[in-house]
């Protein structure tokens, strides 16, 4: 199934005079205050962020999984998937594929169908967590980390034909995350686990090409409980800069313990320049890859008043490789996935309305309560008649969701592909 322009605009045209009362309002006030409205709508218009392919389907927990009609259930549909909520959030024009779940055997026909939909490969991602079908080596006690040699060549070998494939389908980035670590005391040697993690990094860095980037993901603890040979960001920076200027952490909002100042994080990595990539989803008590926005909301907007910040005043820290990291238990995964992009493109929107002058001014006069007033006057504004505005002159829809059910997408899917799909993955 293809969403054509025509069918959006047919949806839109009761909703437009209601947007542009409400657009007209919004830009007028903002104007006024001497925000540059144009700007905003476009920075908003290029902020594209990746879709993982594993998460087209439905996901589920240890204790069971609920499969939704008409899943894609092969690499082709998860593309199509993807070119569904491009055309109408106009914010997802990328997919990041996961190997070995989804490798391409058409090269051509997947470039090509790619483009048709105005998609483009973002990070290849190298999964070491589970072992793969036929695999000599096991990955039950680790793979980068692994005490084994043999192991450790088989985890290295892989990550170097991940960017491979990456290399033919345009990708730029290579992302690691580890499962390596232990889940007992005294099951693992920490120091020979991060010195192996790092001479195998080092090996596959030296296959990165010079255009892209390797990024290197943490994570507290799951699926090991004890320990995690990359546990923070703190041993994932010290990696990066042990492979050399091609390599960057890679923040995931789900891998952190209670409380963590993950504003603080994102801060620091852009000062240093090595941010390279985030995983948006949202969390209540752990890794829970919830709706982004679902839970947090205030949260993510000050995450991103650091990314607003760092994108502005750190030209040493390189562009980001943006991706949705969550898991659709019980809803619809494409309906899910367009309440994420929603709620990063707002929490976007609201950061880039903090007054920084104003700011600055305010935290050098300890003024408090005024730099409380600065970040919150920007939280509370109502912002998605702007993000209503960036996707219309796209083509957009003006209410993804709406649309979605208006044009009855998941009822054509399962007609197409029936009842009994599953997609691959977690
Ligand atoms: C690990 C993780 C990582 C994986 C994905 C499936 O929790 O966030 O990014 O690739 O989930
Ligand atoms: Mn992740
Ligand atoms: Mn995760």
Redesign the pocket.
């Known amino acids: 199934m293809k969403i054509t322009e025509n069918q959006i605009a047919h949806v839109n045209k009761t909703s437009l005079p209601f947007h542009k009362t409400s657009y007209d309002y919004i830009s007028n006030t903002l104007s006024e205050k001497g925000h540059d409205i144009k700007g905003i709508i476009d920075k908003l218009a290029n902020f594209q962020v990746a879709i993982p392919s594993?998460a087209l389907g439905a996901g589920g927990t240890r204790f069971g999984r609920f499969s939704f009609y008409g899943e894609p259930s092969n690499l082709e549909q998860k593309l199509e998937d993807v070119g569904l909520l491009h055309a109408l959030t106009q914010t997802a024009g990328a997919v990041s594929l996961?190997i070995p779940w989804d490798v391409p055997e058409d090269y051509n026909a997947i470039k090509e169908l790619a483009s048709s939909l105005d998609l483009k490969f973002d990070a290849v991602?190298s999964n070491t967590f589970q072992d793969q079908k036929n695999a000599k080596e096991s990955y039950k006690y680790g793979s980068l980390s692994n005490s084994s040699e043999a192991v450790r060549e088989q985890a290295i070998a892989h990550n170097i034909n991940v960017i491979k494939i990456g290399k033919k389908l345009g990708s730029k980035a290579l992302t690691v995350?580890l499962a390596d670590g232990s889940t007992f005391p005294g099951q693992s040697n920490f120091q020979s686990a991060l010195s192996n993690t790092e001479n195998s990094l080092k090996e596959i860095y030296k296959n990165i090409p010079d255009d892209w980037k390797l990024l290197i993901?943490y994570?507290p603890y799951e699926p090991n409980f004890y320990s995690t040979v990359i546990q923070d960001w703190g041993t994932s920076f010290m990696l990066a800069n042990a492979c050399g200027e091609k390599a960057f952490t890679l923040v995931?909002l789900g891998h952190h313990l209670p409380n963590t100042n993950i504003e603080q994080i994102v801060s620091t990595l852009m000062l240093k320049g090595k941010l390279g990539g985030f995983?948006f989803n949202d969390s209540k008590y752990g890794?829970d890859d919830l709706t982004v926005g679902s839970i947090k909301p205030y949260a993510l907007f000050l995450i991103f008043n650091e990314l607003v910040y760092g994108m502005e005043h750190n030209p040493q820290n390189p562009d980001l490789a943006w991706m949705i990291?969550a898991s659709h238990n019980i809803k619809d995964p494409l309906e899910d996935l367009i309440q994420s992009l929603e709620a990063i493109q707002e929490a976007y929107a609201k950061a880039l309305l903090v007054d920084q002058n104003s700011l600055r001014t305010a935290q050098e006069e300890h003024d408090v309560v005024r730099c409380q007033e600065i970040i919150q006057e920007a939280y509370r504004t109502d912002v998605r008649p702007l993000l209503e505005k960036a996707r219309l002159e796209k083509g957009g829809a003006l209410h993804p969701i709406a649309a979605y059910r208006a044009l009855k997408v998941r009822d054509e899917l399962l007609k197409e592909r029936g009842k009994h799909t599953q997609a691959t993955g977690?």
């Open positions: 594993w996961h991602n995350w993901e994570k995931d995983h890794d990291d977690l």
